[in-house]
């Protein structure tokens, strides 16, 4: 029976690529900041996963997701463990990341702002740029959208509806 | 810390936890009887997220308050769904009943600036699991309070009947905010530890917060010095909470062997 030891970290790293977010199907969890740490000892693999939005139903089907990629290697001896100790940020997103939400018609999370940054903000809306046409005239309809992670924003540019997925 | 008390670290903390933990699902659970019925689609929607978020808070707390229980075998089911009204300590602002509209979103922004301020204060204390929880769900709250303060802003500032409804909400809602500030040796203990913080010293930027907000909205600030209701900490709940609880908890009661997989 294969376990851990068959495989290297480098290539544990290989699988968890081909593991994409159910919700956004164009990022893999990698990308998404959702794979935190791997590591493979004699006999045992260890994969840390960090949730992003608490309430996220995609948590589940990503942990399992995770784990039938790991079977499908042919690893037996593994466990999938969920890491709080550092909060989840889009701010961990590569820029790649970014451009692939952008060409699926996702306008992109820019930097978070800290506590003080967002008492300020909280009277006025910041301008998030049409994903296909780039323009500035938008307008938000909703803080929340279809997902945990999403809001929702119109551009009267192009007059199309889209999502933003919400620095956090 | 006195010898004579049996208040131990451990006691606090899982009750320290079971608070935070208790508001979130309440008010979650209320919130989520919106789902459905929103006023409109995109409310729908975003009072649906919420709910989602505020379980998923109390979920994480309930799991780690287990860590520092005796029995050590707590799942979040046995928090939610085996305890009695007496063994609730949520404030009673989360059990009312849900109300209209404009009631659910001033009960949202004064329960989210609140919390707002606590989890701000607390991104720096000592346990690393409690931390990462907090700065995780400090994020969402972000939303919640950006998304009901914008709310009480246009309903108050919006037409005749919308003012007149937010303005009743608050005054309904006034007593119950006493309770947001309430603290005891639980607190205290958590303070010496390193994993709370004082509520007091963040009182005056809440108070400025929910007066300009109030002010913005052109609504009138009610009293901050009339009475104000207590004991939801120690278990003292009104009425509405056993109703809550017996449509909760029912499925799971009557079906012990109902199974979320």
């Given amino acids: 029976m294969p376990t851990g030891n068959n495989h290297t970290e480098a290539q544990i790293w290989d699988y968890l690529a081909e593991v994409v977010d159910p919700e956004i199907p164009v990022l893999n969890i990698i990308e998404m900041g959702i794979a935190r740490q791997v590591d493979v000892s004699d006999q045992h693999v260890q994969v840390k996963i960090t949730p992003t939005y608490s309430g996220c139903p995609a948590m589940n089907a990503i942990e399992q997701g995770v784990k039938q990629k790991l079977e499908e290697k042919g690893i037996s001896n593994f466990d999938v463990v969920m890491d709080y100790s550092e909060a989840w940020t889009t701010d961990w997103m590569t820029g790649e990341a970014k451009e692939k939400l952008k060409d699926y018609g996702i306008a992109p999370p820019t930097e978070t702002l800290n506590e003080e940054d967002f008492l300020t903000s909280l009277s006025g809306n910041k301008v998030v740029p049409c994903p296909f046409c780039d323009s500035l005239d938008t307008v938000l309809q909703s803080q929340f959208g279809s997902t945990a992670c999403k809001a929702q924003y119109f551009c009267n540019s192009c007059n199309q509806p889209y999502e933003h997925f919400k620095c956090h | ?261």
């Fill in chain 2, 1 to 261: 810390m006195s010898t004579t008390t049996s208040l131990t670290s451990d006691i606090a903390f899982r009750t320290y936890l079971l608070r935070l933990a208790d508001d979130r699902l309440i008010l979650g659970q209320r919130i989520s009887e919106w789902c459905g019925h929103g006023p409109e689609l995109e409310e729908d929607l975003a009072l649906a997220n919420i709910a989602l978020d505020l379980i998923g808070h109390s979920s994480a707390l309930y799991e780690y308050a287990n860590q520092f229980d005796e029995r050590g075998d707590l799942t979040p089911d046995h928090f939610v769904y085996f305890r009695d009204d007496p063994e609730f300590t949520n404030l009673q602002l989360c059990e009312l009943p849900r109300g209209d509209y404009a009631f659910t979103t001033a009960r949202l922004f004064l329960f989210s600036s609140f919390s707002f301020f606590l989890y701000r204060n607390l991104q720096s204390i000592e346990d690393e699991q409690f931390r990462g929880m907090i700065q995780k769900h400090l994020k969402e709250v972000k939303y919640h309070l950006r998304h009901s303060r914008d709310w009480v802003i246009k309903l108050g500032d919006g037409t005749d009947i919308s003012h007149q409804k937010i303005q009743e909400a608050l005054n309904e809602l006034w007593m119950y905010i006493g309770e947001l500030f309430y603290a005891d040796e639980v607190d205290q203990l958590m303070v010496y530890s390193g994993n709370g913080t004082d509520t007091s010293v963040f009182h005056g930027e809440w108070k400025q917060l929910v007066e300009q907000t109030l002010t913005e909205a052109t609504l009138e600030i009610p009293d901050w010095d009339q009475f104000m209701i207590s004991g939801s900490r120690k278990g003292i709940h009104s009425e509405h909470l056993g109703h809550l609880l017996a449509q909760m908890q029912f499925l799971r009661r009557s079906h012990q062997d109902a199974d979320w997989q």
